[in-house]
């Protein structure tokens, strides 16, 4: 992971995307990328766990967001860095359930508070991945669960597939879309350099949580991990 994940870096890009990010998203995946985050929904109705209070981080444009409403939560706290991303959100989302703000999570103060924290397609983007479980951890309350939606580094033929697609088709034509000249090469490093699914996971294993369910979404490259937080 050698690029520069400062927060200021990471918002700036994101400021810079935000009016094209959901069109290149749903161009990128075909659309599938909805399913994924859907997916989400369904592995919390069929673990029919606690989600009163639930906290979508680094939320950007809200669609994982619009879908976690759909649990009839009471409150989902919805924060990113980026405030062109929340701009967005904000056109999406009406609800007075939900807060949305700008902020770090870093920042966020709210002790064994949430039932179940989201993160989709965040986690790379974060620069210190061990402090962000540590914080996610504290956050939770014992017995909470983490979604983590990623895209992860492959081996073999899913990680030439990946290279081509990301290194070569996505990065033209998303920074042409875009208008930027590095957002999707960053993407496409960001993917290659980051944690294979297991060493992920086992990240997640040596910080106080529990890998309770991981689903392939496409080709071991895109990834659902549900983590629980050990109980006291
Ligand atoms: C690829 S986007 C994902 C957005 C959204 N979750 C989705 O599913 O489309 C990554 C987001 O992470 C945000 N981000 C990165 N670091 C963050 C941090 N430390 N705190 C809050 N948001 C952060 C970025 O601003 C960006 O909006």
Redesign the pocket.
Known sequence: MTENKS?EK??IM?NEISGVYDKV?HLATLNIDKKW?RGIIEMIKQDGIQKDKIFD?????G??TVELLRLDPQEILS????EG?LEIQRRKIKSERVKIIN????NIELKNYFDIITV???FR??KNQEGAFTKMHSLLKPGGSLFVLEIFRTEGISSRLSNLYFGKVLSKFGNKISASNYAYNYLYSSVSGYYSLDEFVNIGKGLGFRPVKVKNNFLKIVNTICFRKHER
Do not use: K, L, Y
Not at 57 to 61: L, M, Q, R
Not at 79 to 82: A, N, R
């Open positions: 927060p990471i918002a994101f998203n985050r981080v680094a939320s950007g444009t669609d994982q924060c990113d860095i980026s991303m902020e770090d999570f870093m989709s397609f965040g983007n974060f």
